[in-house]
């Protein structure tokens, strides 16, 4: 069965940091390009970052390119999402998914050929 389960969100003031895990079960993540999206309360959601499967490749959503940094451990099925110099406008549910077509369209047309997990709240208030 497959299976992505987000964790490492919570409450964190502005400026400060978290990361975000991505636990894949079920199948090898190594074989495919994950991606991270957010959704914040009555707005659509958005992509955040990408990584390809094949050279690791990675991509950025304008809104947090330089503060947020993506990365993948293949040997633990596992997808990261580093949050630096958090904004209170990074306040949204975080999700990862897996099979996106990983490359700077993804973050117009957030196509997801695989599934996504639960997500996690993210919280940047003071």
């Known amino acids: 069965q497959v299976q992505l389960v987000e964790s490492g969100g919570g409450l964190v003031q502005p400026g400060g940091s978290l990361r975000l895990s991505c636990a894949a079960s079920?199948?090898?993540?190594?074989?495919?390009?994950m991606g991270w999206f957010r959704q914040a309360p009555g707005k659509e959601r958005e992509g955040i970052s990408c990584?390809?499967?094949?050279?690791?490749?990675?991509y950025y959503a304008d809104s947090v390119k330089g503060r947020f940094t993506i990365s993948r451990d293949n040997a633990k099925n596992t997808v990261y999402l580093q949050m630096n110099s958090l904004k209170p406008e990074d306040t949204a549910v975080y999700y990862c998914?897996?099979?996106?077509?990983?490359?700077?369209?993804?973050?117009?047309?957030?196509?997801?050929?695989?599934?996504w997990g639960q997500g996690t709240q993210v919280t940047v208030s003071s």
């Open positions: 998914a897996t099979d996106v077509p990983c490359r700077n369209s993804w973050f117009s047309n957030l196509a997801i050929f695989g599934s």
């Open positions: 079920g199948f090898t993540l190594a074989y495919y390009a």
């Open positions: 990584i390809s499967s094949s050279d690791r490749s990675t």
